[in-house]
Nanobody, 115 residues
Framework: QVKLVESGGGLVQPGGSLRLSCAAS????????MGWYRQAPGKPREFVAS???????NYAESVKGRFAISRDNAKNTLYLQMNSLKPEDTAVYFC?????????WGQGTQVTVSS
């Protein structure tokens, strides 16, 4: 059974940084393209970033230059380094395959950017 558990969210001031983690079990992350997604209140879930099996990355325009996706194959963990955070980055952040699988969604981790 595949389980993806996100962590690392919290409350941060505008301009601050956070690093999110996605610990995986039941799946070997390095074999798959993986992604980060987010959902703000009242809005649909949206793509944030992805990393292919070979390491190629892709970002939403809204986070390009501020966020960095990476993967530690030894720890079977996916990361999202978020810098220069803005209030509009406030959302619940999820990891999943890229493209996502419906049955792989976890609980997500809340990120709140506010002064």
């Amino acid at each position: 059974q595949v389980k993806l558990v996100e962590s690392g969210g919290g409350l941060v001031q505008p301009g601050g940084s956070l690093r999110l983690s996605c610990a995986a079990s039941g799946i070997i992350l390095e074999v798959y393209a993986m992604g980060w997604y987010r959902q703000a209140p009242g809005k649909p879930r949206e793509f944030v970033a992805s990393i292919a099996g070979g390491g190629r990355t892709n970002y939403a325009e809204s986070v390009k230059g501020r966020f960095a996706i990476s993967r530690d194959n030894a720890k079977n963990t996916l990361y999202l380094q978020m810098n220069s955070l803005k209030p509009e980055d406030t959302a619940v952040y999820f990891c999943n395959l890229s493209p996502p699988r419906l049955d792989f969604w976890g609980q997500g981790t809340q990120v709140t950017v506010s002064s």
